[in-house]
């Protein structure tokens, strides 16, 4: 049934909003998937990656909405049944559920995608899904920014120790 004008209108925009929005998206072929497989994938994006969307679009209202965001149009990955998936955080988490995903059930493709105005090949997505995430990266810089504080924190503290040590042991042998 084809869709109305009206919809396809308000469709482009909502798409356009939300590749203005997005900080990746990536463009994937769900041929021969079921509706069990699109649930599981949606259900793991929830869980891994929950500001992120993944839906299943016309290839000509994306290439409309692409044109309205000023995007790139990716003409080589907008061929054939396409399911576009939105990263509004972090690009690196939905691209990992999806990578992942891809390795269990090869029925789900890797088409292509977007990181900021830069279009991505499918290879390209795999080695962002290799990346660290943005917790991850926050979490070595958090540790790498503890740990010399940490040994200032013990050099200065060095002296004050010994001096307790040493009157502890001081008063040990006057009480022996």
């Known amino acids: 049934m084809?869709?109305?004008?009206?919809?396809?209108?308000?469709?482009?925009?909502?798409?356009?909003?939300?590749?203005?929005?997005?900080?990746?998206?990536?463009?994937?072929?769900?041929?021969?998937?079921?509706?069990?497989?699109?649930?599981?994938?949606?259900?793991?994006?929830?869980?891994?990656?929950?500001?992120?969307?993944?839906?299943?679009?016309?290839?000509?209202?994306?290439?409309?909405?692409?044109?309205?965001?000023?995007?790139?149009?990716?003409?080589?990955?907008?061929?054939?049944?396409?399911?576009?998936?939105?990263?509004?955080?972090?690009?690196?988490?939905?691209?990992?559920?999806?990578?992942k995903y891809t390795d269990e059930n090869d029925l789900l493709k890797i088409k292509g995608g977007l990181l900021g105005d830069k279009v991505l090949s499918a290879e390209d997505v795999i080695q962002l899904a290799k990346l660290p995430s943005r917790e991850e990266i926050l979490a070595t810089l958090v540790g790498a920014i503890q740990g010399p504080a940490q040994q200032l924190v013990s050099l200065l503290l060095a002296p004050q120790r010994e001096l307790v040590m040493t009157l502890q042991a001081r008063a040990q042998q006057g009480e022996g």
């Open 2 to 99: 084809p869709i109305p004008r009206a919809k396809k209108e308000q469709l482009v925009a909502e798409y356009a909003q939300s590749f203005r929005e997005a900080q990746g998206v990536i463009f994937t072929d769900y041929r021969g998937l079921t509706v069990a497989d699109m649930t599981e994938v949606r259900r793991r994006l929830r869980q891994e990656a929950p500001q992120s969307r993944w839906t299943v679009a016309k290839n000509t209202l994306l290439r409309l909405a692409l044109q309205q965001a000023e995007k790139p149009v990716p003409e080589e990955v907008l061929v054939g049944p396409t399911a576009v998936l939105f990263a509004f955080d972090d690009p690196v988490a939905p691209a990992k559920v999806l990578k």
